[in-house]
């Protein structure tokens, strides 16, 4: 694990097998930036796994015009295009759900949420 600026990261070009990015984009600013430079890491073959808070309500995701402390100061709410999101910054996207993987007795167990995660390959 590594703490820094997830727009200007020093590792170097296509370094990565994988980037782990849970509840991180949704208090960047400049989200294009970040996932140019998760994806400038990667290796080819590489994947990036992302989780975010989703409002189903909500077709495209909207950004706010400065964070919002209601919200643990996000700066933007994901609506149901996260994934086309990803796949604009060059990833082939897919999907999943721990209940694709896991009982309602693990799920609990574990304490995994339903959210999806979001498995982005370069």
């Not at 994901?78 to 309602?104: E, I, M, N, P, W």
Request: proline share 5%; with cysteine.
């Amino acid at each position: 694990m590594q703490k820094g600026d997830i727009t200007k990261m020093h590792f170097a070009d296509a370094s990565a097998d994988f980037f782990v990015c849970f509840h991180v984009l949704e208090h960047i600013p400049d989200e294009k930036k970040a996932l140019s430079e998760i994806h400038r890491v990667l290796k080819v073959g590489g994947v990036a796994v992302f989780q975010v808070p989703i409002d189903w309500t909500v077709a495209a995701t909207y950004e706010y015009p400065a964070p919002n402390p209601r919200e643990v100061d996000h700066v933007r709410c994901y609506g149901r295009d996260f994934d086309q999101r990803l796949s604009q910054a060059g990833f082939k996207v897919t999907s999943h759900r721990a209940r694709d993987f896991a009982d309602d007795e693990q799920r609990a167990r574990f304490g995994l949420s339903d959210e999806p995660i979001y498995l982005a390959a370069k």
